[in-house]
């Protein structure tokens, strides 16, 4: 019935967690920076930068040319997520870069402190710019879920960035990362249950096959790292660690899961009938229900109350 996404999984699920990556450590970056945590703040600022950019590579790397992205800045059109994003992008990343570099060298600290805050504003929205972008498409399982995808991905940027300060920051200035964890975690797993119960028959491809097993995964790895993280991260280093790695991996999982959701759904046309034809029904039933509230008003007035009796 619909074409299914010619995407790499490697490519563009790797771009999408990337992405996610990237935009929530740079909040994270500068609320360590904020509130002196200097050596999460560091690691924060250079984990963005590097996220980034091998997200980046591998969107050029799926458009197959680099001037492809360069062609996406020509206009903007606030209507288009692709357009609004490549500009997100084109705007984030030297800011991105600035922070770590004035970081690296110790140079124009000033100027490092404001790309920092540059970064943490516009990286919320290259958190959850993609969950838009894909869900503005006609793949059902991703369309069906357009009004809870971003927040998806929110929370699961949110558990990545927090998976890698807890390994690559100090035990001692992690008790923020540790919470962050928690937050993006039950927030992904219960935004993610809101779709299966709202999805209807296109919950099936959330559940099974590749997309099932990865998400199952997602949920087993997100638990673990954050509960772990929570409990021990504050006490062991090498708990921190382990929990972070866990966390990272939950995300990327969730990324991959969704992803596959997608490409089994565009795949089966029941997964597009169904929900017309679900759509259809509801609507005549409207319209029969609203006839029949006009008919029953026509009636009153024929059948109502002489006033002159």
Not at 6 to 33: C, H, K, M, N, T
Not at 163 to 187: D, F, Y
Request: aromatic fraction near 4%; glycine fraction near 12%; proline fraction near 5%.
């Amino acid at each position: 019935m619909i074409k299914a996404p010619a995407w790499e999984p490697r490519d563009i699920a790797g771009y999408l967690f990337l992405g996610g990556l990237a935009g929530a450590g740079s909040v994270l970056a500068a609320g360590a920076q904020l509130t002196g945590r200097t050596a999460t703040a560091r690691a924060m600022k250079l984990s963005s930068l590097g996220a980034v950019s091998l997200s980046v590579v591998a969107l050029v790397n799926d458009l197959g040319r680099p001037e492809r992205f360069v062609n996406m800045l020509r206009v903007l059109k606030p209507t288009s997520p692709m357009s609004v994003g490549s500009w997100l992008l084109a705007g984030y990343g030297p800011l991105a870069g600035a922070a770590a570099l004035s970081e690296l060298t110790g140079r124009a600290p000033r100027a490092g402190r404001a790309a920092t805050a540059g970064a943490a504003c516009l990286g919320p929205a290259v958190a959850a710019y993609t969950g838009v972008l894909i869900a503005d498409t006609a793949v059902p399982a991703w369309h069906t879920a357009h009004r809870e995808l971003p927040y998806v991905f929110v929370g699961s940027a949110a558990a990545a960035a927090a998976g890698m300060a807890l390994i690559a920051g100090p035990r001692a200035e992690n008790r923020p990362a540790r919470r962050a964890a928690v937050l993006g975690t039950v927030t992904d797993l219960a935004v993610l249950r809101t779709v299966r119960r709202r999805a209807g028959v296109v919950a099936e491809t959330y559940e099974g096959g590749t997309a099932g097993r990865l998400l199952d995964a997602a949920r087993r790895l997100g638990v673990a790292g954050a509960a772990a993280g929570w409990l021990f991260g504050g006490r062991s280093r090498t708990v921190a660690a382990v929990s972070g790695a866990a966390l990272l991996a939950a995300s990327a999982c969730t990324r991959l899961g969704i992803f596959h959701a997608g490409l089994a759904s565009a795949r089966d046309p029941r997964y597009t009938v169904l929900p017309q034809r679900a759509r259809m029904a509801a609507r005549t039933g409207l319209a029969e229900q609203a006839a029949g509230v006009r008919r029953a008003a026509g009636d009153g007035e024929v059948a109502g109350p002489n006033p002159g009796a």
